[in-house]
Protein backbone atom coordinates (compact mmCIF):
# COMPACT_ATOMS: atom_id res chain seq x y z
CA UNK A 1 0.00 0.00 0.00
CA UNK A 2 0.84 3.41 -0.65
CA UNK A 3 2.43 5.88 1.73
CA UNK A 4 3.40 9.76 2.37
CA UNK A 5 5.56 10.51 5.50
CA UNK A 6 6.45 13.92 6.42
CA UNK A 7 9.12 14.52 8.48
CA UNK A 8 7.85 17.77 9.79
CA UNK A 9 4.92 18.36 11.54
CA UNK A 10 5.51 22.51 12.49
CA UNK A 11 8.18 24.54 10.92
CA UNK A 12 9.02 28.52 12.00
CA UNK A 13 10.86 30.41 10.50
CA UNK A 14 11.96 34.04 9.87
CA UNK A 15 10.87 36.09 6.49
CA UNK A 16 13.99 35.24 4.06
CA UNK A 17 14.86 32.32 5.20
CA UNK A 18 15.51 29.23 3.14
CA UNK A 19 12.74 26.39 3.59
CA UNK A 20 12.58 22.52 2.77
CA UNK A 21 9.64 20.32 3.90
CA UNK A 22 10.65 16.56 3.57
CA UNK A 23 8.68 13.93 1.78
CA UNK A 24 8.92 10.40 1.44
CA UNK A 25 6.78 7.65 -0.25
CA UNK A 26 6.18 4.14 -0.27
CA UNK A 27 5.25 2.78 -3.75
CA UNK A 28 7.32 0.32 -5.59
CA UNK A 29 5.57 1.67 -9.04
CA UNK A 30 5.21 4.59 -11.06
CA UNK A 31 3.70 7.52 -9.36
CA UNK A 32 2.53 10.90 -9.70
CA UNK A 33 3.59 13.46 -6.98
CA UNK A 34 2.03 16.33 -5.82
CA UNK A 35 2.16 19.33 -2.66
CA UNK A 36 -0.83 20.59 -1.87
CA UNK A 37 -1.15 24.27 0.17
CA UNK A 38 -3.91 25.21 2.45
CA UNK A 39 -3.59 29.05 3.64
CA UNK A 40 -5.54 29.83 6.43
CA UNK A 41 -9.59 29.90 6.10
CA UNK A 42 -8.86 28.59 2.29
CA UNK A 43 -9.09 25.42 0.71
CA UNK A 44 -6.58 22.96 -0.39
CA UNK A 45 -5.28 24.16 -3.72
CA UNK A 46 -2.14 22.65 -5.69
CA UNK A 47 1.66 23.93 -5.43
CA UNK A 48 3.17 22.16 -7.58
CA UNK A 49 3.00 18.50 -9.49
CA UNK A 50 5.27 15.99 -10.62
CA UNK A 51 4.76 13.37 -13.09
CA UNK A 52 7.24 12.46 -15.21
CA UNK A 53 10.54 14.15 -17.40
CA UNK A 54 12.79 17.00 -15.43
CA UNK A 55 13.10 16.23 -11.60
CA UNK A 56 12.84 19.39 -10.37
CA UNK A 57 9.89 21.08 -10.29
CA UNK A 58 8.53 24.53 -10.19
CA UNK A 59 5.18 25.32 -9.10
CA UNK A 60 3.61 28.76 -8.42
CA UNK A 61 5.03 31.46 -6.02
CA UNK A 62 8.68 30.21 -6.26
CA UNK A 63 8.26 26.90 -5.01
CA UNK A 64 10.05 24.03 -6.47
CA UNK A 65 10.19 20.33 -5.72
CA UNK A 66 13.28 17.82 -6.72
CA UNK A 67 11.94 14.02 -7.22
CA UNK A 68 14.67 11.73 -6.22
CA UNK A 69 13.59 8.58 -7.40
CA UNK A 70 16.29 6.25 -5.45
CA UNK A 71 15.13 8.12 -2.04
CA UNK A 72 11.74 8.26 -2.68
CA UNK A 73 11.52 11.65 -2.04
CA UNK A 74 10.04 14.75 -3.20
CA UNK A 75 11.03 17.46 -1.28
CA UNK A 76 9.71 20.93 -1.01
CA UNK A 77 12.12 24.32 -1.07
CA UNK A 78 11.55 27.89 -1.10
CA UNK A 79 14.88 30.17 -1.22
CA UNK A 80 13.29 32.80 0.44
CA UNK A 81 9.77 32.64 2.43
CA UNK A 82 7.57 35.03 2.92
CA UNK A 83 4.67 35.91 5.91
CA UNK A 84 2.61 35.10 2.95
CA UNK A 85 3.94 31.73 2.96
CA UNK A 86 2.46 30.83 6.24
CA UNK A 87 0.22 27.86 5.72
CA UNK A 88 0.05 24.12 6.05
CA UNK A 89 1.80 21.97 2.92
CA UNK A 90 0.97 18.37 2.20
CA UNK A 91 2.70 16.10 0.52
CA UNK A 92 0.68 13.33 -2.03
CA UNK A 93 0.71 11.02 -4.35
CA UNK A 94 -1.15 8.79 -6.45
CA UNK A 95 -0.18 5.93 -9.11
CA UNK A 96 -1.85 7.59 -11.74
CA UNK A 97 -4.16 5.57 -13.90
CA UNK A 98 -3.11 2.15 -12.89
CA UNK A 99 -4.32 2.86 -9.31
CA UNK A 100 -7.68 4.86 -10.15
CA UNK A 101 -5.88 8.09 -9.21
CA UNK A 102 -6.40 7.48 -5.68
CA UNK A 103 -4.44 10.32 -3.81
CA UNK A 104 -2.63 9.45 -0.40
CA UNK A 105 -1.83 12.65 1.59
CA UNK A 106 0.72 13.00 4.42
CA UNK A 107 0.33 14.38 7.68
CA UNK A 108 0.81 17.35 6.84
CA UNK A 109 3.60 20.19 7.62
CA UNK A 110 2.69 23.74 9.42
CA UNK A 111 4.56 26.42 8.25
CA UNK A 112 4.47 29.60 10.08
CA UNK A 113 6.74 32.77 8.98
CA UNK A 114 7.70 35.43 11.37
CA UNK A 115 7.23 38.57 9.65
CA UNK B 1 -8.00 25.78 -12.43
CA UNK B 2 -11.10 23.55 -12.44
CA UNK B 3 -13.85 24.66 -9.72
CA UNK B 4 -14.68 22.15 -7.15
CA UNK B 5 -17.74 23.81 -4.51
CA UNK B 6 -19.32 22.03 -1.78
CA UNK B 7 -22.53 22.79 0.46
CA UNK B 8 -23.12 23.05 2.84
CA UNK B 9 -20.21 24.15 4.47
CA UNK B 10 -20.89 23.97 7.86
CA UNK B 11 -23.69 22.23 9.49
CA UNK B 12 -25.29 21.29 12.70
CA UNK B 13 -27.26 18.11 13.67
CA UNK B 14 -28.73 16.36 16.59
CA UNK B 15 -27.50 12.81 17.05
CA UNK B 16 -29.89 10.29 15.29
CA UNK B 17 -30.07 12.45 12.38
CA UNK B 18 -28.52 12.24 8.79
CA UNK B 19 -26.81 14.81 7.11
CA UNK B 20 -26.44 14.79 3.16
CA UNK B 21 -23.38 16.98 1.83
CA UNK B 22 -22.74 18.09 -1.75
CA UNK B 23 -19.68 18.22 -4.05
CA UNK B 24 -20.45 19.53 -7.16
CA UNK B 25 -17.51 20.35 -10.38
CA UNK B 26 -18.79 23.42 -11.75
CA UNK B 27 -16.67 23.75 -14.89
CA UNK B 28 -15.48 20.22 -15.66
CA UNK B 29 -16.80 16.76 -15.95
CA UNK B 30 -15.68 14.74 -13.20
CA UNK B 31 -15.38 10.69 -13.67
CA UNK B 32 -13.52 10.37 -10.24
CA UNK B 33 -14.47 12.40 -7.28
CA UNK B 34 -12.79 11.13 -3.66
CA UNK B 35 -14.10 11.94 -0.23
CA UNK B 36 -11.72 13.13 2.95
CA UNK B 37 -11.92 13.20 6.46
CA UNK B 38 -9.87 15.81 8.03
CA UNK B 39 -10.11 15.78 11.68
CA UNK B 40 -8.16 18.30 13.77
CA UNK B 41 -4.22 19.12 13.26
CA UNK B 42 -3.96 16.15 11.13
CA UNK B 43 -4.15 15.39 7.11
CA UNK B 44 -6.69 14.07 5.06
CA UNK B 45 -8.01 10.41 5.33
CA UNK B 46 -9.37 8.94 2.06
CA UNK B 47 -12.95 7.52 2.90
CA UNK B 48 -14.06 6.38 -0.34
CA UNK B 49 -13.31 7.13 -4.27
CA UNK B 50 -16.70 7.46 -6.17
CA UNK B 51 -16.89 6.98 -9.95
CA UNK B 52 -20.06 8.46 -11.61
CA UNK B 53 -22.56 5.54 -12.54
CA UNK B 54 -21.42 2.80 -9.96
CA UNK B 55 -20.96 1.93 -6.62
CA UNK B 56 -18.10 3.73 -4.62
CA UNK B 57 -15.06 2.04 -3.00
CA UNK B 58 -14.77 2.42 0.30
CA UNK B 59 -11.30 2.41 2.57
CA UNK B 60 -10.60 -0.34 4.88
CA UNK B 61 -12.80 0.79 8.31
CA UNK B 62 -15.04 3.25 6.35
CA UNK B 63 -18.44 2.04 7.27
CA UNK B 64 -20.52 1.89 3.69
CA UNK B 65 -23.67 1.59 5.51
CA UNK B 66 -23.32 5.07 7.55
CA UNK B 67 -21.55 6.56 5.10
CA UNK B 68 -23.40 6.91 2.15
CA UNK B 69 -22.07 8.04 -1.39
CA UNK B 70 -23.49 8.99 -4.63
CA UNK B 71 -21.98 9.49 -7.86
CA UNK B 72 -25.22 10.43 -9.77
CA UNK B 73 -24.08 12.78 -12.55
CA UNK B 74 -20.50 13.85 -13.50
CA UNK B 75 -20.47 17.22 -11.98
CA UNK B 76 -22.47 15.73 -8.55
CA UNK B 77 -21.36 13.47 -5.83
CA UNK B 78 -23.57 13.24 -2.52
CA UNK B 79 -21.94 12.16 1.00
CA UNK B 80 -24.65 11.05 3.18
CA UNK B 81 -23.83 10.78 7.29
CA UNK B 82 -25.99 7.82 8.42
CA UNK B 83 -27.91 8.17 11.98
CA UNK B 84 -25.26 10.26 12.87
CA UNK B 85 -23.62 10.48 16.03
CA UNK B 86 -21.13 13.22 18.04
CA UNK B 87 -17.81 11.22 16.69
CA UNK B 88 -18.98 11.50 13.65
CA UNK B 89 -18.15 15.30 14.10
CA UNK B 90 -15.37 15.96 11.62
CA UNK B 91 -14.52 18.14 8.62
CA UNK B 92 -14.92 16.65 5.22
CA UNK B 93 -13.92 17.42 2.39
CA UNK B 94 -15.00 16.61 -1.43
CA UNK B 95 -12.17 16.31 -4.24
CA UNK B 96 -12.61 15.69 -7.86
CA UNK B 97 -10.42 15.05 -11.04
CA UNK B 98 -11.33 14.13 -14.67
CA UNK B 99 -11.83 16.66 -18.04
CA UNK B 100 -10.76 16.35 -20.98
CA UNK B 101 -7.21 16.23 -19.76
CA UNK B 102 -7.17 14.49 -17.20
CA UNK B 103 -3.77 14.70 -15.51
CA UNK B 104 -4.74 13.20 -11.92
CA UNK B 105 -4.38 16.29 -9.57
CA UNK B 106 -6.97 16.90 -7.55
CA UNK B 107 -9.44 19.97 -7.51
CA UNK B 108 -10.67 20.31 -4.02
CA UNK B 109 -14.47 22.24 -2.54
CA UNK B 110 -14.40 23.79 0.40
CA UNK B 111 -15.19 21.96 2.78
CA UNK B 112 -18.37 20.59 5.34
CA UNK B 113 -17.75 20.74 8.67
CA UNK B 114 -20.21 18.87 10.57
CA UNK B 115 -20.98 19.53 14.59
CA UNK B 116 -23.22 16.21 15.98
CA UNK B 117 -24.59 17.20 19.24
Known amino acids: AQSVSQHNHHVILSEAASLELGCNYSYGGTVNLFWYVQYPGQHLQLLLKYFSGDPLVKGIKGFEAEFIKSKFSFNLRKPSVQWSDTAEYFC?????????????FGAGTRLFVKA | GAVVSQHPSWVICKSGTSVKIECRSLDFQATTMFWYRQFPKQSLMLMATSNEGSKATYEQGVEKDKFLINHASLTLSTLTVTSAHPEDSSFYICSAQGGARNTGELFFGEGSRLTVL
Open chain 1, 92 to 104: AVNAGRTGGFKTI
